[in-house]
């Protein structure tokens, strides 16, 4: 199938096609809140790419949900292995960058990341992602720990894919 350009998109690399289901793009709403911080609601569209190497492109932007102000932007590239893991960097717009590693699972549509290291001006010190798809909705958790707050829950999110 032609893209709008008239240029068929490469196929998939073999270590991307156990992703295959999250390639795309998903919008929908979140919620977000930490001791630090009062909870809030928000609108949120991620994309995931591919252009036929061992790797996916991210990016993600996040807006307020009661006015549509900008928020939040990040973006990155996750990479799978043949064994089941995952790398991933984040380069997030507070000037955050994570580099995390993980584990995904094709079956039960699942994937799961934990810091490896982390990045920037702030004091976090630890950030967990866990995505899982179910029919046509992404949906997924970030815990995050500070300096001075231990992990726990940050931002949770259901997104339908476009």
């Not at 492109?57 to 996040?62: E, H, M, N, V």
């Not at 549509?109 to 010190?125: F, Q």
Request: glycine share 8%.
């Amino acid at each position: 199938m032609a893209s709008e350009s008239g240029i068929s998109p490469p196929p998939l690399h073999p270590l991307v096609q156990p992703l295959a289901f999250l390639l795309g793009t998903w919008r929908g709403e979140g919620e977000g809140g930490f001791p630090t911080i009062q909870a809030f609601n928000y609108g949120e569209q991620i994309q995931l790419s591919h252009w036929g190497k061992p790797v996916i492109g991210y990016t993600q932007k996040t807006w307020k949900a009661s006015s549509g102000e900008p928020m939040h932007a990040e973006s990155g590239y996750w990479r799978p292995k043949p064994d089941g893991s995952i790398e991933v960097i984040i380069a997030q717009s507070t000037c955050l960058a994570e580099v995390q590693k993980g584990t995904f699972d094709e079956q039960s549509k699942t994937v799961s990341l934990k810091s490896a290291m982390i990045g920037n001006a702030t004091k976090v010190n630890e950030i967990w992602r866990n995505f899982e798809v179910s029919n046509d909705e992404l949906m997924y958790t970030v815990s995050m720990a500070t300096s001075s707050h231990a992990l726990q829950p940050h931002l949770r999110a259901t997104l339908k894919k476009l």
